[in-house]
């Protein structure tokens, strides 16, 4: 949680940041807990995607999600990240082959505390930061489970597209 708030505290500076980077960091970082199972994360985005704002807490809301999506998987599994531009925005996809999320819990996802894994396991706040990330970026998130053609989930991300202040 420390990371996550990192510099969020000061004037609120939005600068320009590269979606692909914080991608491959949050993949890097997830790499190094050799204790979880392994998962292939695909970053199919372009390079040079910008939005503006904040790259530790735009790489955390990565991080989150990719977690809860290796959560979710039989270890090997595929997540998929792509991106598109629509109507300048940049619209993520976040695709896992897990086990889905009930019907009955995908109103509740974002909630603080609202977790289905065992004590001392989850916290029920990762995806209720995600969520603030994203309103803090201008940006709006949905959630799809299971992913119409099958299995798992999607989580899909609507930032707007960042100019390039200099
Ligand atoms: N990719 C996913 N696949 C299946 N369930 C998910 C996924 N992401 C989130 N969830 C569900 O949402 C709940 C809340 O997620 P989160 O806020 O990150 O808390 P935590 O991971 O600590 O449980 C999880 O416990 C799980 O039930
Ligand atoms: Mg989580």
Redesign the pocket.
């Known amino acids: 949680m420390h990371f996550a708030h990192a510099g969020q505290a000061g004037d609120g500076k939005q600068l320009p940041v590269d979606l692909f980077e914080c991608i491959e960091e949050a993949i890097h970082l997830l790499s190094l807990q050799k204790d979880r199972p392994r998962i292939h994360y695909n970053n199919m985005m372009a390079p040079d995607t910008l939005v503006s704002g904040n790259e530790q807490t735009l790489t955390q809301l990565f991080i989150?999600?990719f977690?809860?999506?290796r959560?979710?998987?039989p270890p090997e599994s595929p997540v998929d990240i792509r991106a598109e531009q629509q109507n300048g925005h940049i619209v993520i996809h976040i695709r896992?082959y897990?086990?889905?999320?009930a019907p009955q819990?995908i109103d509740r996802?974002?909630e603080p505390f609202?977790?289905?894994?065992p004590a001392g396991?989850?916290?029920?706040?990762?995806?209720?930061?995600?969520y603030s990330i994203v309103e803090d970026h201008g940006g709006h998130i949905d959630?799809i489970?299971p992913v119409k053609d099958g299995m798992?989930?999607e989580?899909i991300i609507s930032f707007p597209a960042g100019n390039v202040l200099t």
């Open positions: 989150n999600l977690s809860n999506a959560d979710a998987s896992d897990g086990y889905g999320i819990y996802v974002f609202f977790t289905t894994k396991q989850g916290t029920g706040l990762g995806l209720a930061l995600v959630v489970s798992g989930t989580f």
